[in-house]
C-alpha cells in the first residue's frame, strides 16, 4: 500500500472509509477493504486551497475524535460545504463568526488551531501516525499491531520466561507467542499480490504459529533438534487466543 491509495480514495467513493465493506468484490479489494480501519485511524486531510475537503463527511481536524468536526445542530449537516467556505474571503484566516455559527465550541477550538497559508495548492491526505505525514508499509503495520496485540496468558508467560534458554530466544518467543512477526499472512494485508503460503509446505498460509509449531517441516526440525525443545509443549494457541 502506497501513499497514492490514500489520495485515490476519491476514485473508489468519497464516503468510502464510512461505509460498510462491500461483499462483493476479489481477494484483492477485499485485501485493501480489510485495511480500511487502519487508515481511518490516521488518515486526514491537509487544509491548502479548502476547496476539496467536504466539511462534515472528510476527516480534515487533527485534534478532534476520527479528524471530523460536528455541527452544532444537526440541521446544519445539510448544508453542503466546503472548508474554503468558512474561511475570511481573502482566503488568510478562518472566519470565527462562521465556526461559532456552525460548530460545536470544541470543534471550532480546534479547527482554529489549524494554521491557514494563503496557497492555490490543492488539498491533500496526510497519514497522521509519522511524523513526516506519509503512509508506509512500515507505520500502518505498526498501526495494526497496536490495535491487535493479543493477550497473552500467565500461564503462557510464565512457562516462555522461566524456560531455560538464552534471552534472546525467550524475545523471539514472546514475539511468536504474540504473532507480531511480519510473515506473509500479515503481510499480504498490505501486498494484496504476494502470496501467503509457507514456503517449507506451500500448503497453509505462514502464519508464526504455523512455520514454528505446525508446519510439518517445522515439526521435523524440531523432533530432530538436541536440545529437547519442543514448541507444541507451551500450547500456543490455547491459551494466548482463547
Ligand atoms: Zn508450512
Given at each position: 500500500m502506497t501513499t497514492s491509495s490514500v489520495r485515490n480514495f476519491q476514485m473508489v467513493r468519497r464516503n468510502w472509509l464510512d461505509v460498510d465493506p462491500s461483499k462483493k468484490g476479489s481477494w484483492t479489494w477485499k485485501s485493501v477493504e480489510s485495511a480500511r480501519l487502519i487508515l481511518v485511524a490516521g488518515a486526514c486531510k491537509q487544509v491548502n486551497n479548502g476547496e476539496s475537503i467536504l466539511t462534515w463527511e472528510d476527516?480534515?481536524?487533527?485534534?478532534?475524535p476520527y479528524y471530523k468536526s460536528v455541527p452544532l445542530s444537526p440541521e446544519m449537516q445539510s448544508r453542503c460545504l466546503v472548508v474554503s467556505q468558512i474561511l475570511t474571503p481573502d482566503k488568510s484566516r478562518w472566519d470565527e463568526s462562521k465556526l461559532y455559527e456552525l460548530f460545536t465550541e470544541e470543534s471550532a477550538k480546534a479547527i482554529k488551531k489549524i494554521p491557514v497559508k494563503v496557497s492555490q495548492r490543492e488539498d491533500k491526505w496526510l497519514w497522521l501516525k509519522s511524523h513526516k505525514g506519509k503512509l508506509s508499509v512500515k507505520s500502518a503495520y505498526k498501526e495494526l499491531l497496536d490495535h491487535s496485540v493479543p493477550n497473552v496468558s500467565d500461564q503462557v508467560k510464565s512457562k516462555i520466561w522461566k524456560s531455560k534458554i538464552h534471552d534472546r530466544l525467550k524475545i523471539f518467543l514472546w514475539r511468536v507467542a504474540l504473532d507480531i512477526l511480519p510473515t506473509k499472512e500479515k503481510l499480504t494485508r498490505f501486498f494484496?499480490?504476494?502470496?501467503?503460503?509457507?514456503?517449507?509446505?506451500?500448503?497453509?498460509?505462514?502464519?508464526s504459529l504455523h512455520l514454528f509449531v505446525y508446519c510439518h517441516v517445522a515439526i521435523f526440525l524440531w523432533a530432530g533438534n538436541e536440545w529437547g525443545c519442543r514448541p507444541e509443549a507451551i500450547q500456543f494457541d490455547c491459551p494466548v487466543y482463547a
Open positions: 476527516p480534515w481536524v487533527p485534534d478532534l494484496p499480490a504476494m502470496d501467503p503460503k509457507c514456503p517449507l509446505c506451500d500448503a497453509s498460509p505462514e502464519s
